[in-house]
């Protein structure tokens, strides 16, 4: 829109001087000659081919005068393209020469100057404003992870709080009331009374049972309460236009950070799912080897934002790589068919 609202202008100052020079010529047929070739050097982007454009215009200005007068129109695409070369064509002007051309074809090469100085800074603006959006990007899945990482803090910070409540509870209430229970052993081999056997009798198995009551509890408070395999499966029906197939084959009890990574990790593999491929199925599996665990994420994708999911400004494939790096694993990924994440976790 710049471009047109500046060769507008430059069409008027040529007509208006063509007119005041040359009252009685036939102007028309020098007016839409000088537009069709401002148009073509418009129109083609190739050096190549504008270079035989100007030098046949330049031709028709030394066998008909009045065509020097749109010369201004033709030197405002000359600058663009050659930059300061475009000044090498100024004598043409002195083939019918004018002041007030002059003056009109300096003034069309300052506006170039400007238009390409203003091109040059737009398409640097473009440049930072884009590097802009993407570090703000980076910036706020940056800010959800820490919050992710934040939330793990407080809960590992509370579980190691219940298990110093757990040993205690071990140590002092657990020993006090295993010794009862010998003590009441001891008494029954020493008593001869039916009665006294009898309430003794009773007197131990309710000290069982509370002993039983208190090892459940301590059980609880060590076994932490995030259920991975429930926690997972909330997430695949909280993504219904999925199809998910989840295998969870995991026998033992797992730490809680484990249990926390193991889940972020299945996260990201359903949030790259959605946001860089247009896959309709994905299957999550994992499984529990003698030695380590192996977690396999793949989906049906096509068409993958591949730079987006292997960026190293991003978040998914990054902490995913950290996650393997923590727990003494690795990982593996390729696009083959869908996208197919293989994650190994050693135990310790």
Not at 56 to 73: D, G, K, V
Not at 108 to 135: G, P, Q
Request: hydrophobic share 40%; proline share 2%.
């Amino acid at each position: 829109m710049r471009r047109l609202w500046e060769k507008s202008l430059n069409i008027v100052f040529c007509l208006y001087n063509t007119y005041n020079m040359n009252p009685n010529e036939n102007l028309a047929f020098h007016f839409i000659i000088s537009i069709i070739f401002s148009l073509a050097l418009d129109l083609f982007n190739d050096k190549r081919i504008k270079i035989p454009v100007y030098i046949f215009f330049f031709i028709m200005c030394l066998s008909h005068p009045l065509f020097t007068f749109y010369l201004p129109l033709i030197l405002y695409n000359m600058y663009l393209d050659f930059g300061k070369y475009a000044l090498i064509s100024l004598p043409f002007i002195f083939i019918a020469f004018s002041p007030l051309n002059l003056f009109i074809s300096l003034l069309s090469i300052y506006i170039a100057a400007m238009t390409k100085e203003y091109k040059i800074l737009f398409e640097e603006n473009k440049i930072v404003r884009d590097a802009l959006k993407e570090d703000a990007l980076y910036l706020q899945k940056y800010n959800e992870q820490l919050k992710i990482d934040r939330e793990k803090n407080i809960q590992i910070a509370i579980l190691t709080e219940r298990n110093r409540i757990a040993r205690q509870l071990h140590d002092s209430i657990g020993h006090g009331i295993s010794s009862s229970i010998l003590q009441v052993e001891a008494l029954k081999f020493i008593t001869t009374e039916d009665k006294v056997l009898e309430r003794l009798d009773v007197l131990q198995e309710t000290l069982k049972r509370g002993m039983e009551d208190i090892r459940n509890s301590i059980h609880n408070l060590y076994n932490e309460s995030l259920d991975l395999e429930r926690q997972i499966e909330k997430l695949c029906s909280h993504t219904p236009s999925l199809d998910i197939e989840f295998i969870y084959k995991i026998e033992g009890d797992l730490s809680y950070d484990l249990k926390f990574d193991i889940l972020s990790v299945v996260r990201e593999g359903i949030t790259n799912c959605v946001r860089h491929s247009n896959a309709t199925r994905l299957k999550i599996s994992i499984l529990e080897q003698p030695k380590f665990y192996t977690i396999i994420i793949k989906d049906n994708g096509r068409n993958f934002d591949e730079k987006a999911l292997t960026s190293t400004k991003g978040i998914g494939l990054v902490s995913i790589k950290e996650i393997a790096y923590k727990h003494g694993g690795f990982v593996n990924y390729k696009f083959d068919d869908g996208f197919k994440i293989h994650l190994t976790l050693m135990k310790e």
